[in-house]
T-cell receptor, first 107, second 116 residues
Framework: KNEVEQSPQNLTAQEGEFITINCSYS?????LHWLQQHPGGGIVSLFM???GKKKHGRLIATINIQEKHSSLHITASHPRDSAVYIC?????????FGKGTRLHILP | EAGVAQSPRYKIIEKRQSVAFWCNPI?????LYWYQQILGQGPKLLIQ????????DSQLPKDRFSAERLKGVDSTLKIQPAKLEDSAVYLC??????????????FGPGTRLTVL
């Protein structure tokens, strides 16, 4: 079992829908990252959080340390949000990556 | 602020050939990472440098992969000879430091390698 699990693996939604991607981890961590990867391969860091909630534009990330769970929400989704979203957990000096959630927003 | 630069963006080679990738991290970032990402999987750490020293290369296939960061800035990753299973995106990332909260990693655009 992966130390960082994401769900769903694939998600297709209509433009405008509220999107939630979940991440669960089984190890103690110092921080959790949400990353966005577009088809070209490059990765962009969206959030790095160790507690509570962060918001940037239409993106919201939350983390519950006790439950070892984090969520990434996208409000008013748009086709340009189509990408792979990766959850990654900081443990010691390493980062453990989830396998990613492939999101496809239909116009 | 300039981001992490990588080149080339794409490379196609035949098996048993050699290939090299280059990475220039964000200025001032002491820690540099090379990741291999096979299609459909999350990135796998190949090697981590702190300045010009190796912190972790436990998952680097040392019989064919090598990496260096001679002056503690730019880095090169080499594969010699390449195998079909090396087809992947090779990502370079850098962070200000490592450990604790200050190791937020910034990723480059990646190099997509196809081995025929």
């Amino acid at each position: 079992k992966n130390e960082v699990e994401q769900s769903p693996q694939n998600l297709t939604a209509q433009e405008g829908e509220f999107i939630t991607i979940n991440c669960s981890y089984s190890v103690g961590i110092s921080a959790l990252h949400w990353l966005q990867q577009h088809p070209g391969g490059g990765i962009v860091s969206l959030f790095m959080l160790s507690s509570g909630k962060k918001k940037h534009g239409r993106l919201i990330a939350t983390i519950n340390i006790q439950e070892k769970h984090s969520s990434l929400h996208i409000t008013a989704s748009h086709p340009r949000d189509s990408a792979v979203y990766i959850c990654a957990a900081n443990r010691d000096d390493k980062i453990i990556f989830g396998k990613g959630t492939r999101l496809h927003i239909l116009p | 602020e300039a981001g992490v630069a990588q080149s080339p963006r794409y490379k196609i080679i035949e098996k048993r050939q050699s290939v090299a990738f280059w990475c220039n991290p964000i200025s001032g970032h002491a820690t540099l990472y090379w990741y291999q990402q096979i299609l459909g999987q999350g990135p796998k750490l190949l090697i981590q440098f702190q300045n010009n020293g190796v912190v972790d290369d436990s998952q680097l296939p040392k019989d064919r992969f090598s990496a260096e960061r001679l002056k503690g800035v730019d880095s090169t990753l080499k594969i010699q000879p390449a195998k079909l299973e090396d087809s992947a995106v090779y990502l370079c990332a850098s962070s200000f430091s490592y450990g604790g909260f200050y190791n937020e990693q910034f990723f480059g655009p990646g190099t997509r390698l196809t081995v025929l």
